[in-house]
């Protein structure tokens, strides 16, 4: 059974660090992983998305690595801002199954203080 | 452009109560849908996922059921709501196909509260 862990649940940063979000997968058989944003109380925004064959993509500020043989992902934020703040998920699409089902961490809930 | 709706935003509903909560998705044809659950101190569970009109599969027994009377359009309901109902309520859509590619697009979330 697939499994998905986000380290650390909460983390808190003064304005203009740079950061790193850790997420890992007890299954290495995924087709992709996905990060999303969630800002309190609303849906999901789609940051990035990395296929299995790749090892990283980049956004902006934002920068996310995959090592599936090792089941981890990580998401770098730099040059860390207050709008910055808000819920960070990381989510596989596990490749046995035959849809796009995904399979979704707890997230890591950030806050970056001016 | 895509866009997904859902309503209403925000829900409170007695125990044993009806819910209806409706996802419609614009600019796209023969989406992929599906109901995500959040409920507080946990991860998105997935509800319910379907690839066509009629077609729904249901990922965990529960009080709740999900119909798809057309293409873009995905309602949740359930006939008696529990307390355990309680949460925040999440539609996304995906291109359909093969394609291992695709990304998850989410609409803004319905908060229910079953008092």
């Known amino acids: 059974k697939q499994e998905v862990t986000q380290i650390p649940a909460a983390l808190s940063v003064p304005e203009g660090e740079n950061l790193v979000l850790n997420c890992s997968f007890t299954d290495s058989a995924i087709y992709n992983l996905q990060w999303f944003r969630q800002d309190p109380g609303k849906g999901l925004t789609s940051l990035l998305l990395?296929?299995?064959?790749?090892r990283e993509q980049t956004s902006g500020r934002l920068n996310a690595s995959l090592d599936k043989s090792s089941g981890r992902s990580t998401l770098y934020i730099a040059a860390s801002q207050p709008g910055d703040s808000a819920t960070y998920l990381c989510?596989?699409?596990?490749?046995?199954?035959?849809?796009?089902?995904?399979?979704f961490g707890t997230g890591t809930r950030l806050q970056v203080f001016p | 452009s895509q866009t997904i709706h859902q309503w209403p935003a925000t829900l409170v509903q007695p125990v044993g109560s009806p819910l209806s909560l409706e996802c419609t998705v614009e600019?796209?044809?023969?989406?992929?849908l599906y109901w995500y659950r959040q409920a507080a101190g946990r991860g998105l569970q997935l509800l319910f996922y379907?690839?066509?009109?009629?077609?729904i599969s249901s990922e965990v027994p529960q009080n709740l059921s999900a119909s798809r009377p057309q293409d873009r359009q995905f309602i949740l309901s359930s006939k008696k709501l529990l307390l355990s109902d309680s949460g925040f309520y999440l539609c996304?859509?995906?291109?359909?196909?093969?394609?291992?590619?695709?990304?998850?697009?989410f609409g803004p979330g319905t908060r229910l509260t079953v008092t």
């Open positions: 996304a859509w995906s291109t359909a196909g093969t394609s291992v590619t695709y990304e998850q697009y």
């Open positions: 379907s690839v066509g009109i009629g077609q």
């Open positions: 990395i296929q299995s064959s790749q």
């Open positions: 989510a596989v699409r596990p490749s046995f199954y035959n849809t796009d089902k995904l399979i």
């Open positions: 600019g796209t044809s023969n989406p992929n």
